[in-house]
């Protein structure tokens, strides 16, 4: 009668609920609205596989192979998949085990007869199951699931961030190429001027300093040139790295030429970011992941049952005769924990502590999605006019180039005019040149710290040639 009462008292307290899950909330409600410029409608262009939007064909085709040879998405999925063993075996102990053996043993020994010898066989089934009555199995596997999830969350922003970081890498390479022709126009400027300086030096119209002056404008360029052809090889080493392959030369294309920026993305509103970024999702999840593991380690300061049986046959030659038959049990064992020093109280108080921390750290990570984006819409609008600034800047440095090269060839004025304008000419040109690249490297961090949901498909093709891959 006692047990019936132990048992049943334990079964009421099991539908107690032993531990409150946490509710996350952020520090701040978010904002209605971006601060910094935007469309102001929500016509921008899609977010999802942004890079179409600069319709280049090759960028396309090197964002296809990164997507399926990049080393670094291999190592993420093969994390991802130990996650998941991880948690199949967690949950595994949710389920009642079986167990198969059996025994073949010969035999002898002496007998007033003789010596005996004997076969014996046995085969028995051994099954073992706890219930989960305080549920602490059960946050375990949902612990597991969640960092699955998680898991799964890590690779898309793997995803992003590798897209984003190639299509940089593929402009940069771009505007070296572009740094380099605008190098060598430059180089040509200035050998003719010091051809025509040189000249004019012969016929003793112009001092001596003003042919060093050409000549060490012309070194000057012709040392900057060495300048973009290294920055160039980078970036198509690391293109290179980034898709799967040794570094070579020409990996990016042979596009010299920086398109226009597209259109700004609409950015929709403050609201859509946290379920937009992978990031943040992993974040919220790992939370629940350690909400669930606090659930466990107060559900382990509970008893434990564990039911188990055991079924078989046994055929035995003893020297009295044969023995044969069935055997059987059941067993119900209860674990109690009376004195541990303190060890399971520890282990709640040490998982609260990591809850604690997971919620903090989420509430972090938006706080500082959010500076992304303004980041990134700031950087957008300053660098697209400074773009237009320096488009303007280079017509007039063209023009005074162009004025100050005439008069000093008439003789009007001497050639420091000249060499001041062709050294602001070539910098501005140059500075155009990685202003409008940098709008393009602005767009791509605004497409990446805005998020999607593109990721998810190119993560299910990657698993797809892994799972359909020989072994």
């Known amino acids: 009668m006692m047990r019936l009462a132990l048992l049943l008292t334990a079964l009421l307290l099991a539908g107690c609920p032993i ?14 609205a971006y601060l910094g410029p935007q469309p102001t409608d929500r016509t921008g262009l899609p977010l ?12 396309t085709l090197l964002m296809n192979e990164l997507f399926a040879n990049n080393l670094e998405l291999t190592q993420a999925i093969a994390r991802m998949e130990q996650v998941e063993a991880a948690f199949r075996i967690m949950r595994s102990a949710q389920s009642p085990a079986l167990s198969a053996g059996g025994r073949l043993e010969r035999s002898g020994q002496p007998g007033l007869t003789g010596d005996f010898v004997g076969d014996s066989r046995q085969l028995s089934l051994a099954a073992a199951y706890e219930l989960d009555l305080w549920g602490k199995l059960a946050a375990r596997s949902r612990a597991a699931s969640l960092e699955l999830e998680a898991s799964q969350q890590d690779v898309q922003t793997l995803y992003l961030g590798l897209s984003a970081r190639l299509a940089d890498l593929y402009f940069v390479a771009v505007e070296q190429r572009a740094q380099l022709a605008l190098a060598d126009q430059v180089i040509a400027s200035f050998s003719d001027t010091a051809a025509r300086v040189e000249s004019r030096y012969r016929r003793g119209l112009v001092p001596a300093v003003d042919l060093y002056q050409a000549r060490q404008s012309l070194a000057g360029a012709q040392a900057a040139r060495h300048l973009f052809a290294a920055r160039l090889a980078e970036a198509e080493h690391a293109i290179g790295v980034l898709i799967g392959r040794y570094p070579q030369g020409n990996q990016g294309g042979s596009l010299a030429t920086l398109p226009a920026a597209p259109s700004l993305y609409a950015v929709g509103i403050p609201a859509e970011l946290i379920s937009q970024r992978p990031d943040l999702q992993a974040a919220l999840q790992r939370v629940a992941a350690a909400d669930s593991r606090v659930a466990a380690a107060i559900a382990d300061r509970f008893p434990s049952i564990t039911l188990s049986g055991n079924y078989g046959t046994l055929r035995q030659e003893v020297t009295a005769g044969l023995i044969k038959g069935e055997f059987w049990s059941l067993l119900g064992s209860l674990a109690l924990p009376v004195i541990d020093g303190g060890r399971r109280r ?9 809850l604690r921390e997971a919620v903090a750290g989420y509430q972090q990570k938006v706080l500082t999605a959010f500076q992304e984006v303004e980041d990134a819409l700031a950087n957008n609008y300053a660098t697209g006019q400074r773009v237009e600034s320096l488009v303007e800047t280079a017509k007039a440095t063209a023009a005074t180039l162009r004025l100050s090269t005439e008069r000093y060839l008439a003789g009007l004025v001497d050639y420091l005019p000249v060499l001041t304008a062709q050294r602001a000419d070539a910098e501005t040109r140059s500075r155009l040149l990685d ?22 498909e190119q993560m299910n093709t990657r698993l797809q040639v892994v799972k359909d891959k020989p072994q």
Do not use: C, K, Y
Not at 20 to 32: F, I, K, M, R, Y
Not at 48 to 59: I, K, M, P, S, V
């Open 435 to 456: 202003a409008q690249r940098q709008l393009l490297t602005d767009r791509i961090s605004l497409a990446r710290v805005l998020g999607g949901s593109w990721m998810q």
């Open 48 to 59: 999802e596989r942004w890079w179409l939007a600069f319709n280049d064909q090759q960028l």
């Open 346 to 354: 520890a282990e709640v108080d040490r998982n609260e502590a990591a």
């Open 19 to 32: 531990h409150n899950p946490t509710e996350v909330t952020l520090p701040v409600d978010p904002p209605p």
